[in-house]
């Protein structure tokens, strides 16, 4: 059986990050609710989503239409459809990639990212485990969090968030 880097950092977390009490980003799991095989995540998924959510890519920095995205709503997964920022919580970060300061409540899980010799916090869709970014301690306040998502990652639902 061949392991993808998906799977094998799934099944070894160690090091994860622990969950804030209240509500905060839950610890990445082995196995999430929402769970398709690749063929099916291929179909479901443009070629762009499928590589940043399945195979955890990043899309070129400014190359989102979610960038300049201001109106009320909310910014759900691509992969699945779960609601995942509000859009009260963005923020202008002047990074490249869509940036929010929170999360909804049980809508996104973390974990270690040990990639690119270095640690990050990879924030992952709770529901079906799709790699949405990181998150990074530089962010506004209330929270000082940046979370700095991958556009082709999210969908956009206006109206009142």
């Not at 392991?3 to 980003?25: H, M, Q, S, Y």
């Not at 002047?94 to 974990?111: D, H, K």
């Not at 940046?146 to 082709?152: D, H, I, K």
Request: glycine share 12%; charged share 20%; hydrophobic share 35%.
């Amino acid at each position: 059986m061949q392991t993808d880097r998906r799977t094998f950092l799934a099944a070894t977390t160690l090091g994860a990050l622990t969950a804030a009490c209240g509500g905060g980003p839950a610890e990445a799991a082995q196995r999430f609710p929402l769970t398709l095989s690749d063929a099916e995540w291929r179909k479901r998924l443009s070629p762009a989503a499928y590589n940043v959510l399945r195979k955890e890519g990043t899309e070129r920095p400014y190359s989102s239409p979610l960038n300049k995205e201001h109106r009320a709503g909310t910014f759900a997964c691509a992969g699945c459809g779960l609601p995942l920022f509000s859009a009260k919580t963005k923020f202008e970060s002047s990074t490249g990639w869509p940036s929010f300061y929170q999360p909804l409540g049980n809508a996104v899980a973390i974990r270690s990212d040990r990639t690119l010799g270095m640690l990050r916090t990879e924030v992952l869709c709770r529901r079906c485990g799709g790699h949405l970014g990181h998150v990074f301690d530089d962010g506004p306040r209330p929270t000082g969090k940046r979370y700095c998502m991958n556009g082709v990652a999210m969908t956009f639902r206006p109206g009142v968030a």
